[in-house]
Structure formats: structure tokens, C-alpha cells
């Protein structure tokens, strides 16, 4: 009788510990003092605050309680576009680098962690588009079982295309604890509404001017619509306006209307750079929430410069042509 209560207070004291057990994610940012570092988590479609902490010394800490759920993690400060993504996976994590230079911060983590950050670093190496694709596509076939899989599905989205995507997503297992399932669910169904041959999706918003635009007021007035999807902070973007500037030139008196749909958040800076580029169409519109754009969400944009190609009747022509694909095709419409 003595053994056995002996044995149950054993098992009660060791049940205690492994239901107490914790982790701590460090974050060692510079230039991070006095910022408030909130601990984000996924779920049913936003963003929840688990934590928050005022870093002091550029240091914050938060401890975590181990659970099976082990989901991506976020860190947000305020400044930043987007959150930084990790995996813990119920271990230390050690978050460290400079506040203001988000791109050079390092997680070192768990094992799937060093997964992402393989993945993320070959990605960034890679320019041949068709090179990335492969490795986003292998990479999420291997890793299909666990979260970090369907988080890099969702991350580089924009590397696979629609059937990728649906085939993908049935793969992933039904029971996973994984917020970014539904998020890539949401992607593919907006995708499969602007596609060619679908009709165009109308809104309204501000433009370059404080009026109101409204996209159907215009379709029908112009022969084909440019649906241009930009930001002067993007590079790529600067680099392509000049040609899209000749597109319209070569088109504007043959019934071409471009509108530019801006993932700014500083007027003044989108405003310099219409004036900068030369971008001489009148329809510049902006709600100035960068990537949180409301017609970017629309049209599922997950990369930046994107184009569609509307005709009068409202019809998606073709989607992110490049601009020698794009004079031919602008070419045989408007003869």
C-alpha cells in the first residue's frame, strides 16, 4: 500500500512538471528599446496577441507553456510591413539583429526552423523564376505533414500556380494545427476568380487627388483596361514603368486606359514617384495600407508589379503578361 501511494505521488509530481514545462523566445533586437514586441499566433483567419512586451536594453522575453500545437509563431513591432515567422516547436528560440534592417534578423530555433531558414535563404539566392518555383514546389511536397510545409505554400504562394496550389492543399493532413490552411484555402478560391476569362471584380477607391474612383464607371468607356498593381518602393516596379509608359503612348489614342492600383503608405512618396516615372495616365488610386491594400486583396495579389488585361465588356484577357506579350496582344486588339 505504501509502494503503491509512493508510486502515484511519483507519477502526480512528474504529470505536474511536464504540464509546467515552458520555453522562452528571446528577442535581441538593436535600436528595439522602448518598442512594445507583441507574440502572435494564427487563428481562424487573423492575427492574435498571445503577448506583449516593452523591450528594455533591446532585450524582450516571453515564456511559453509547451502544448502540442506547434504552429508558426510571430513577432510584430510597429514600423514593420509584415510579421517575422518562426517556429519554436517547444524549444528556446533566440531572435536577434537590428530593429530597423528586418531582412538581416536571424531565428535560430528548432528543426523546423532551420528548414525555414534554408528554404527562405535559397529563395533569396535564386533570380530564374522557374528555379524557385521548383524548390517552393519539392519543398512543400516534403514537408506537406507538418506546418512549416503549408506556412512556405503560403510565404511563396506567388512561385506556384493554381493547380500547384489546389493539388497541394489536398495533400495537407485534415487534423494539422496549421492557421495558414485556411489562409491558403482563401488564396486558391480568390485566385480561381481572376483568372482569364473571368469577369473583373469592380470597387472603389481614393485617387492620386482625393476623389473617389469607381474601376466600372471606366470599362466600358475604353476599349481594353490595364489593371496595373505597383509601389514606388518596389524596385522591380520602378524598373518596368518606363516600358509601360511606351505601352501607353504607343495605345492611349487607340482606346487603352491604364489604372494603377498603389501599395504605398506615404502619399507623398507615391505622388513623387507618379510625377518621377512619368506615369502620365490620370487613374492612380491608393489606400495607402501598403500590402493590407483592400483592392490588392481583391484581386489575391501576392507579389508586385501584377497586371491584368481587361476588355470593354468586363472579361479578363490575360494576367501578368510581360510588356513585349502585352504590345502584341494590345497589337491585334486594337488594329
Known amino acids: 500500500m505504501k509502494k503503491s501511494l509512493i508510486a502515484l505521488l511519483v507519477m502526480t509530481v512528474l504529470t505536474s512538471c511536464f504540464s509546467c514545462k515552458s520555453f522562452k523566445v528571446?528577442?535581441?533586437?538593436d535600436n528595439s528599446t522602448g518598442k512594445t514586441v507583441y507574440l502572435n499566433r494564427l487563428e481562424d483567419g487573423s492575427m492574435t496577441t498571445i503577448d506583449s512586451v516593452v523591450a528594455n536594453n533591446n532585450k524582450a522575453?516571453?515564456?511559453?507553456?509547451?502544448?502540442?500545437?506547434?504552429?508558426?509563431?510571430?513577432?510584430?513591432?510597429?514600423?514593420?510591413?509584415r510579421p517575422l515567422t518562426f517556429f519554436a516547436d517547444n524549444q528556446d528560440v533566440t531572435i536577434t539583429g537590428d530593429y530597423q534592417k528586418y531582412n538581416e534578423i536571424v531565428v535560430m530555433a528548432s528543426e523546423s526552423q532551420e528548414k525555414l531558414n534554408k528554404i527562405m535563404a535559397e529563395v533569396d539566392n535564386m533570380e530564374d523564376e522557374q528555379d524557385i518555383y521548383y524548390a517552393v514546389l519539392d519543398f512543400v511536397k516534403q514537408n506537406i505533414n507538418n506546418p512549416v510545409g503549408t506556412y512556405v505554400m503560403y510565404r511563396y504562394k506567388w512561385a506556384l500556380n493554381l493547380n500547384d496550389l489546389e493539388n497541394l492543399y489536398e495533400m495537407i493532413p485534415e487534423g494539422m494545427q496549421c492557421g495558414y490552411k485556411a489562409e491558403v484555402e482563401k488564396y486558391i478560391e480568390g485566385l480561381r476568380k481572376t483568372q482569364?476569362?473571368?469577369?473583373?471584380i469592380d470597387f472603389k477607391q481614393t485617387d492620386v487627388n482625393g476623389n473617389i474612383f469607381v474601376l466600372s464607371d471606366y470599362i466600358q468607356k475604353y476599349e481594353v483596361t490595364i489593371l496595373d498593381f505597383w509601389a514606388s518602393w518596389c524596385p522591380d516596379c520602378r524598373k518596368v514603368n518606363p516600358d509601360l509608359v511606351n505601352v501607353y503612348n504607343q495605345f492611349k489614342d487607340k482606346g487603352l486606359n491604364i489604372v494603377s492600383v498603389s501599395l504605398d503608405t506615404d502619399a507623398e512618396r507615391w505622388k513623387k514617384a507618379i510625377a518621377d516615372d512619368n506615369l502620365l495616365w490620370p487613374n492612380h488610386?491608393?489606400?495607402?495600407?501598403?500590402?493590407?491594400?483592400?483592392?490588392?486583396g481583391m484581386y489575391m495579389i501576392a507579389f508586385i508589379p501584377q497586371n491584368l488585361i481587361i476588355d470593354k465588356n468586363g472579361k479578363i484577357?490575360?494576367?501578368n503578361l510581360p510588356i513585349e506579350k502585352m504590345e502584341d496582344l494590345l497589337s491585334n486588339l486594337m488594329k
Open 26 to 29: 528571446n528577442v535581441n533586437l
Open 61 to 81: 522575453v516571453f515564456k511559453m507553456k509547451q502544448s502540442d500545437n506547434k504552429d508558426a509563431l510571430h513577432i510584430m513591432i510597429n514600423g514593420w510591413r
Open 196 to 200: 482569364p476569362g473571368q469577369q473583373y
Open 285 to 296: 488610386v491608393s489606400d495607402l495600407k501598403g500590402w493590407n491594400n483592400e483592392v490588392a
Open 317 to 319: 484577357l490575360e494576367k
